[in-house]
Structures are given as structure tokens and as C-alpha cells.
């Protein structure tokens, strides 16, 4: 699915209003419950944007930027978080944004609506991403077992 935005999240409640709330506003929408889902999935299909919770099992959110390499990020990442200093995180994986949990979703789809209306340039990258990921996925072992 072209165009659309990730969520990533490992909660359940949350990955389905997010995707409800996206797909009402008009945007594609995929999700992934871990780090390494989202993996397999941006190699899948890069895309949008990502909205990436923080803390989470299997691969969090700080690993998959890792894993990523995307600290300059090709696709815009928003962090969401309940815990800790997701403030330092932003800055330290260079994310577009961040919003601390439990947020107002007017202001998520602002911020939505801002990275993805300014990024052109990154909806233009999105697709290379597989071929530079393909490789670091393959020497760090993340993706799940096909």
C-alpha cells in the first residue's frame, strides 16, 4: 500500500483507533505491533511517515532507528511514549517529532498533516529504503522468520 502511514505500537487499543482515526481522515494506514514487525513491513512497503511507540517488547522503538539506520531519517518518525524522557529521544534519533501518551489526536493529525504536506522530498526517498535496509537487516538478524 502506497502512501501510507505505520504505526507501531504494541498495544492493541491504540493501533486500532490510530489506524481508524487515519483511514477516516483520508490516509492509508498499516500497523505493526513490535520493532521488528515494522521491519519487515517498511522492507515490504516503505512508508509516509512512521508512528513509532518507544517502549516496547520484541524490538523497541530506540532499536528499530537503529536497526533503521534512519537517525537522519529518509521517513519521518513521530515517537509516542508514556515513560521516560522521549524528549531526549527525539533529539537523539534525530525523529520529526514526539508526543507524549496519552495524546490529543487533533494534534497528532496536525503534526500528521505537517511532516507529510512539507515532506515531498521524503515521499520522493521512501522508495529506496528496502535496497539500504535489505542489507542491514540481513548482517543484524532482525526480521522474523519467514
Known amino acids: 500500500m502506497s502512501g501510507h502511514v505505520l504505526v507501531v505500537d504494541d498495544e492493541p487499543g491504540?493501533?486500532?483507533?490510530?489506524?481508524?482515526?487515519?483511514?477516516?481522515?483520508?490516509?492509508?494506514?498499516?500497523?505493526?505491533?513490535?520493532g521488528r514487525e515494522a521491519l519487515a513491513a517498511i522492507l515490504a512497503d516503505p512508508p509516509l511517515l512512521i508512528l513509532l511507540d518507544f517502549q516496547m517488547p520484541v524490538m523497541d522503538g530506540g532499536e528499530l532507528l537503529d536497526a533503521l539506520e534512519i537517525a537522519h531519517s529518509i521517513v519521518p518518525v513521530v515517537l509516542l511514549s508514556a515513560t521516560g524522557n522521549?524528549?531526549?529521544?527525539?533529539?537523539?534519533?534525530?525523529?520529526?517529532?514526539?508526543?507524549?501518551?496519552?495524546?490529543?489526536?487533533?494534534?497528532?493529525?496536525?503534526?500528521?498533516?505537517?511532516?507529510?504536506?512539507?515532506?515531498?522530498?521524503?515521499?520522493?526517498?521512501?522508495?529506496?529504503?528496502?535496497?539500504?535496509?535489505?542489507?542491514?537487516a540481513h548482517h543484524t538478524d532482525l526480521l522474523p522468520a519467514a
Request: proline share 4%; net charge negative; charged share 15%.
Open 14 to 34: 491504540i493501533r486500532d483507533v490510530l489506524v481508524q482515526v487515519l483511514t477516516e481522515e483520508g490516509y492509508g494506514a498499516t500497523c505493526a505491533r513490535n
Open 86 to 136: 522521549i524528549q531526549a529521544a527525539t533529539v537523539r534519533y534525530h525523529a520529526a517529532g514526539y508526543l507524549a501518551k496519552p495524546f490529543d489526536l487533533d494534534e497528532l493529525l496536525a503534526m500528521i498533516s505537517s511532516h507529510l504536506s512539507a515532506g515531498t522530498q521524503h515521499m520522493l526517498l521512501a522508495p529506496a529504503v528496502p535496497a539500504a535496509l535489505a542489507e542491514t
